[in-house]
T-cell receptor, first 113, second 111 residues
């Protein structure tokens, strides 16, 4: 158990819908990262927040957004869902801003029908 | 742009043998690398890391080697066990910006 929690574990929804994925980092960690893992793309970095502020942005679509709240939990919002958005979404946390070991949560499996 | 890639998508080894998983990176400015293990149905798990001012780092049954000249990284697992069966990813910190993960190598341990 990494100490990072993610909810829900599974999510099934329809195209065009909007969903919110939630992540609670390990106690004491200030950074939260979001990753998308699909069969043909591997692990793709989406976005990082550090202490409430966006720090780095990767291959995140404009339909996706995230935020980190004062209690350091984070939410990833996915809207106008498409079939291709079906994937595993992982959250990770680390103590610092960069070059820190990232601890991954168990992931949320999103299925878009 | 930078990329991190793995030489082999799959690797099968006999239980008790040593395993070597390779990774190539293209960004010569990268200075921090991590190996992760991902078991089926779970999130990636940190194994070992290495900074660019080192050539070698050892952990428990694992050793990471870094060759900056040819931009190559390897993970050696000693006395491979059935519990080592997983997908292994190398990750590059992209010069402190974000982590770029390789496609992964699936390690299968044969009895």
């Amino acid at each position: 158990d990494s100490g990072v929690t993610q909810t829900p574990k599974h999510l099934i929804t329809a195209t065009g819908q909007r969903v919110t994925l939630r992540c609670s980092p390990r106690s004491g960690d200030l950074s939260v990262y979001w990753y998308q893992q699909s069969l043909d793309q591997g692990l793709q970095f989406l976005i990082q927040y550090y202490n409430g502020e966006e720090r780095a942005k990767g291959n995140i679509l404009e339909r996706f957004s995230a935020q980190q709240f004062p209690d350091l939990h984070s939410e990833l919002n996915l809207s106008s869902l498409e079939l291709g958005d079906s994937a595993l979404y992982f959250c990770a946390s680390s103590v610092g801003r960069a070059q820190d070991t990232q601890y991954f949560g168990p992931g949320t499996r999103l299925t878009v029908l | 742009g930078e990329s991190v890639g793995l030489h082999l998508p799959t690797l099968s080894v006999q239980e008790g043998d040593n395993s070597i998983i390779n990774c190539a990176y293209s960004n010569s400015a990268s200075d921090y690398f991590i190996w992760y293990k991902q078991e089926s149905g779970k999130g990636p798990q940190f194994i070992i890391d290495i900074r660019s001012n080192m050539d070698k780092r050892q952990g428990q049954r694992v050793t990471v080697l870094l060759n900056k000249t040819v931009k190559h990284l390897s993970l050696q697992i000693a006395a491979t066990q059935p519990g080592d069966s997983a997908v292994y990813f190398c990750a590059d910190d992209n010069y402190g910006q974000n982590f770029v993960f390789g496609p992964g190598t699936r390690l299968s341990v044969l009895p």
